[in-house]
């Protein structure tokens, strides 16, 4: 555990194999993302107001999927400048940025359900 606070640990080029209990855990993570698509995938296809929110998702994991992919068989393969420990880092920094812009779209969703439901109540009034 000291070496995973290191500089050489994550900038080394030639990090060499994930071993043990990291490459199970980043082979569950894939399956993980694999599976979130799938079912976003199926959710993104409904209509309504959660629609967009769907879509959004669908991305974010079919886009982690194939990069999580390809780090495993990068480390796996153990490819010179591909396979370095700085990935992850830049991996994980997508997610979080990506995350919260998927947050702050979702955030608004109450705003917006109850701005259809006031337009809504004022169209019954109008004549058709």
């Known amino acids: ?47 309504g107001l959660y629609r967009k929110t769907w879509e959004r998702l669908f991305n974010f994991f079919t886009t982690n999927a194939v990069i999580g992919l390809l780090l495993l068989f990068f480390t796996y393969e153990t490819v010179l400048f591909l396979s370095a420990r700085f990935w992850f880092l830049l991996w994980a920094l997508e997610i979080i940025v990506w995350l919260g812009f998927i947050y702050k779209q979702a955030k608004e969703l109450p705003k917006l359900k109850e701005q259809r439901e006031a337009e809504n109540k004022y169209k019954q009034y109008l004549p058709k």
Do not use: C, H, Q, Y
């Not at 030639?14 to 959710?43: D, F, H, M, Y």
């Open 1 to 47: 555990m000291k070496n995973f606070f290191t500089l050489d640990f994550w900038f080394n080029i030639r990090p060499g194999e994930l071993l043990g209990s990291s490459l199970k855990a980043l082979v569950l993570l894939v399956i993980l993302l694999v599976a979130a698509t799938l079912v976003s995938g199926s959710l993104k296809k409904r209509k």
